[in-house]
């Protein structure tokens, strides 16, 4: 069993840059891979981006690419979404999860945290 808890949300303006955490317990995190997703209002979940359960290989998605960078420190069972250069387009509540590495399928995920609000405004 792993719970997760997001934070660092909040309101920004564009341009800013913002580090989200997603701090986990259970003993079994370390052994997880995780991802980040994002919903919208009145969109679908999207996948922002994932990393494997040592941390050497991270994938994201395009909306992102070059803009995010995904972290994790196992010893302090957390990890990090680092966001910059947002866009109002990025106005989501963002979520991570423990699962397959990569996957954009929020349904192959084992474990959801309950979500942390970003708002950006232009």
């Known amino acids: 069993q792993v719970q997760l808890v997001e934070s660092g949300g909040g309101l920004v303006q564009a341009g800013d840059s913002l580090r989200l955490s997603c701090a986990a317990s259970g003993r079994t995190f370390r052994s997880y891979a995780m991802g980040w997703f994002r919903q919208a209002p009145g969109k679908e979940r999207e996948f922002v981006g994932g990393?494997?359960?040592?941390?050497?290989?991270?994938a994201y998605a395009d909306s992102v690419k070059g803009r995010c960078t995904i972290s994790r420190d196992n010893a302090k069972a957390t990890v990090y979404l680092q966001l910059n250069s947002l866009k109002p387009e990025d106005t989501a509540v963002y979520y991570c999860a423990a699962g397959p590495f990569g996957s954009t399928d929020g349904g192959k995920y084992a474990y959801w945290g309950q979500g942390t609000q970003v708002t950006v405004s232009s």
């Open positions: 990393i494997t359960w040592s941390g050497v290989s991270t």
